[in-house]
């Protein structure tokens, strides 16, 4: 510990104080989006698990990402909410530290859930023979596993790095939570450790697992070129692009968020850019990947009931 008062300061969350005659429409917009997310998500997980056709990998997957959806936005909006309603932005240090953990480990677990995800589809789509046997209870387990495991434990790294700095200057936040890159910012301890391990961490936590969905999508397009049925092509071609739409979406702007140099003049738009990811993102998750999904197995499948 730096500074021995470190504990007893807080923050300031600025959120959207600028666009004071928006407040209200901002406050709907945020609170509509934050009920359409937590009810959409816990309806995918209660059908997961009482309709027991639905204990597949896939499934299992979508119920971990929206679990892992649920946490993510419940960390910051109704915070934000509050903040839009009193007009009170203080935010308690520990408090602050927490959002910031939550927030953290729920955007390594996406990207790693969507990996996974995007890895199940591939097999059962290109290698289908083999599917049961490489998508096995045991590896499902385990891949959801680890990437709760190493989103938890990446995000503790960092919550005791940035808990154990000194603050010393403006504790005013530019954001509209404790996002970790605008609390370095007003750090004045060395943060030149922690941002190259962001850097590092951001290349194997997200750029690699991008260009592993990626990869994995373009195989996937390209099995079902070979799909003689035209319908079933379209059908199955227009529900991967929903898919890769939402992970460009998520994994474009955190990545470019995250890793992307400081500027002070973009932050209002790093701010409005930030809502893409977390909010829109969980609302759109339970929507195309569960209706989308489906649509995939069913065109491959009439396809090749053609063919046969
Ligand atoms: C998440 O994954 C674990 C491990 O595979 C599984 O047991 C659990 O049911 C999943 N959770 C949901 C909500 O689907
Ligand atoms: C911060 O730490 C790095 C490595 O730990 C060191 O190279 C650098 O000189 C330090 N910067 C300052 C301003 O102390």
């Not at 649920?70 to 903040?83: D, E, M, N, R, T």
């Not at 955190?254 to 969980?282: A, C, R």
Request: charged residues 10%; proline residues 2%.
């Amino acid at each position: 510990m730096e500074t021995n008062g470190t504990f007893h300061k807080e923050f300031y969350i600025l959120a959207f104080s600028k666009y004071v005659r928006s407040q209200f429409v901002i406050f709907f917009l945020v609170l509509f989006m934050y009920l359409f997310c937590v009810f959409g998500n816990l309806l995918v997980v209660t059908l997961i698990y009482t309709a027991s056709q639905l204990h597949t990998p896939m499934y299992i997957f979508l119920g971990n990402l929206s679990v892992q959806d649920i946490v993510y936005v419940s960390a910051i909006l109704p915070q934000l909410l509050a903040i839009i309603v009193t007009g009170d932005t203080s935010i308690a240090f520990l408090r602050c530290i927490f959002q910031m953990f939550l927030f953290v480990s729920c955007v390594i677990t996406e990207f790693l859930l969507l990996t996974s995800m995007a890895y199940d589809r591939y097999v059962a789509i290109c290698n289908p023979l083999h599917y049961a046997i490489i998508m096995n209870k045991k590896t499902c387990t385990l891949l959801a596993a680890a990437s709760w495991l190493i989103g938890i434990f990446s995000s503790l790294k960092y919550s005791l790095l940035v808990s154990n700095m000194s603050f010393c200057s403006s504790q005013e936040i530019n954001h509209f939570f404790c996002d970790m890159k605008a609390m370095l910012k007003l750090s004045c301890s060395n943060t030149t450790d922690v941002h190259l391990s962001i850097l590092v961490e951001g290349v194997l936590f997200g750029i690699i697992p991008f260009i592993l969905i990626i990869t994995s999508y373009a195989y996937i397009i390209s099995a079902i070129q070979k799909i003689c049925s035209s319908a079933g092509r379209y059908k199955a071609f227009s529900s991967c692009s929903s898919h890769i739409i939402i992970v460009v979406m998520f994994c474009g702007t955190s990545l470019t968020l995250n890793l992307k140099q400081d500027s002070q003049e973009f932050q209002e738009q790093d701010k409005l850019l930030s809502m893409l990811y977390i909010l829109l993102v969980p609302v759109l998750n339970p929507l195309v990947y569960s209706i989308r999904n489906n649509d995939i197995l069913k065109a491959i499948k009439t396809a090749c009931w053609k063919v046969k």
